[in-house]
């Protein structure tokens, strides 16, 4: 899978280049639909969207779109939560203002949800399709309802 880099929000964040076309560059970051949380009414309610007061939904898009296709092999698994670590790294340090005793905590939260995606609960909810065109993807299909999008539409 291709990676590259996008100027979102003031921050430089990693995404696969089959997704560009799709990403909401039109939309404030702070406009993204909820995507955090392992999918679930429940679940989903208990992973919060912001850290520190950013709100890190884009991240979480960009991440389950990357569980959502490629192959199913550790290395696509490490790769898809290295990319979250970076983008979520990326902007809360963009759009947030720390002081020196705030800084660590922020980054400490960033790590939490890195170290949540890496655990087995992550590994059994990374299920790729080996697909090459992300529109034969339910999953990418239901991040761009949530966006008002359909596939195909730029």
């Known amino acids: 899978m291709q990676l ?3 100027e979102y929000a003031g921050a430089q964040l990693i995404l696969p280049a089959m997704f560009e076309s799709y990403f909401p560059f039109d939309l ?4 993204i639909p909820t995507f955090c949380g392992p999918g679930g009414e429940l679940w989903d309610r208990l992973v919060p969207d912001h850290i520190q007061g950013v709100w890190v939904a884009v991240c979480c898009m960009i991440h389950d779109w990357m569980f959502s296709v490629g192959k199913r092999t550790f290395r696509g698994f490490v790769t898809a939560n290295l990319v979250l670590l970076w983008n979520l790294v990326a902007l809360v340090f963009s759009q947030g203002e720390f002081s020196r005793l705030f800084a660590p905590i922020a980054l400490l939260k960033c790590l939490a949800y890195w170290f949540a995606v890496m655990s087995r609960v992550g590994w059994g909810c990374f299920r790729p399709m080996d697909v090459q065109n992300p529109v034969f993807s339910p999953a ?3 991040k761009l309802v949530r ?4 596939p195909g539409h730029d």
């Open 28 to 31: 404030d970051y702070r406009d």
């Open 4 to 6: 590259k880099f996008i």
């Open 147 to 150: 966006l008002k999008r359909r």
């Open 140 to 142: 990418f299909i239901d």
